[in-house]
């Protein structure tokens, strides 16, 4: 079964400062889709990234990149100018490529940013 | 615009009532799950279903149920509810195959669930 791991449960940065939280997952499937999404206060659920794993260019989405790893199975969120609209959960979820499987979701870091 | 909505945000029921949780999505998407979020474990799946008719259990379905009668909604019920089902539940839907790009799901709200 596959199993999504977040090492670390809190993480905080300084505002302007750049962040990078973790994720590793176990699958023996070679084609699937990599996520990070972001759980402010509100609780709404919201994507932050997504990433194919047939793809070996890191996704970028405006001040936020992924580090994915394919051979170590790891895909790491780096946070650049870090603001304080991004403190929030922060989950990895996992799904095989094929557009209709379930996501398998990490148990969260929170993320503070002080200013 | 689409949109993905739940109802009610909050509910508060007692040991051994039927609860029904709505989930609505304009999204005309074929896929909707639904997953609870309990401290210490994430987001967990529930049930899902692919298409109209279509409902399939996930990791955590014993004490729900769900049934789609149509594209938009995916309700949940739960039969005799249970203090261990005090958490938040999150319906999501995705547009399923055919799908040109990544097939992403979207959240809803949540709802809040007590259950006394």
């Known amino acids: 079964a596959q199993t999504v791991t977040q090492s670390q449960p809190e993480m905080s940065v300084q505002e302007a400062e750049t962040v990078t939280l973790s994720c590793t997952y176990d699958?023996?499937?070679?084609?699937?889709?990599l996520f990070w999404y972001k759980q402010p206060p509100s609780r709404q659920m919201i994507l932050v990234i997504r990433?194919?794993?047939?793809?070996?260019q890191n996704a970028t989405e405006n001040r936020f990149s992924v580090n994915f790893q394919k051979a170590a199975k790891s895909f790491s969120l780096k946070i650049s100018d870090s603001q304080l609209g991004d403190a929030a959960m922060y989950f990895c979820?996992?799904?095989?490529?094929?557009?209709?499987?379930?996501?398998?979701f990490g148990k969260g870091t929170k993320l503070t940013v002080n200013p | 615009d689409a949109e993905i909505t739940q109802s009610p945000r909050h509910k508060i029921t007692e040991t051994g009532r039927q609860v029904t949780l709505a989930c609505h999505q304009t999204?005309?998407?074929?896929?909707m799950f639904w997953y609870r979020q309990d401290l210490g474990h994430g987001l967990r799946l529930i049930h899902y279903?692919?298409?109209?008719?279509?409902?399939n259990k996930g990791e955590v379905s014993d004490g729900y149920s769900v049934s789609r009668s149509n594209t938009e909604d995916l309700p949940l019920t739960l039969e005799s509810a249970a203090s261990s089902q005090t958490s938040v539940y999150f319906c999501?839907?995705?547009?399923?195959?055919?799908?040109?790009?990544?097939?992403?799901?979207?959240f809803g709200p949540g709802t809040r669930l007590t259950v006394l």
């Open positions: 999501a839907s995705s547009q399923g195959p055919g799908t040109s790009s990544i097939d992403t799901q979207y």
């Open positions: 699958t023996s499937e070679s084609d699937y889709y």
């Open positions: 990433q194919e794993a047939y793809k070996q």
């Open positions: 979820a996992y799904t095989l490529q094929g557009g209709s499987e379930k996501l398998v």
């Open positions: 999204w005309n998407h074929n896929n």
């Open positions: 279903s692919y298409g109209v008719q279509d409902t």
